[in-house]
């Protein structure tokens, strides 16, 4: 069965910091780009970062930008976002895919994970 699974998500104090882990499972993450998306409460999903295939190429959105740091370990099969410095606008769901380009159009993406809630707060 092919599916991803974030794992790392969880209640952090403003300044903190969490690591996302999304790992996949069925199918091979090496022939994909992967993508880390988030949806906040009556928002849209939006492109949080993205990394190519060959792991050469990457995207922040400007808000995340030297706070955040994507990158994949293909011998784990597994995806991350390091998140340093969070802000309570980054509470949100945040989701990763896969996909044939690093874009922050998640129509680009076709396989999904099921997400993991970050809430930052005090």
């Known amino acids: 069965q092919v599916q991803l699974v974030e794992s790392g998500g969880g209640l952090v104090q403003p300044g903190g910091s969490l690591r996302l882990s999304c790992a996949a499972s069925g199918f091979t993450l090496d022939r994909y780009a992967l993508g880390w998306f988030r949806q906040a409460p009556g928002k849209e999903r939006e492109g949080v970062s993205c990394?190519?295939?060959?792991?050469?190429?990457?995207w922040y959105q400007g808000s995340v930008k030297g706070r955040f740091t994507i990158s994949r370990d293909h011998a784990k099969n597994t995806l991350y976002l390091q998140m340093s410095t969070l802000e309570p606008d980054d509470t949100a769901i945040y989701y990763c895919a896969a996909g044939r380009v690093c874009s922050d159009d998640r129509q680009r993406y076709d396989i999904w994970g099921q997400g993991t809630q970050v809430t930052v707060s005090s």
């Open positions: 990394i190519s295939q060959s792991g050469g190429g990457t």
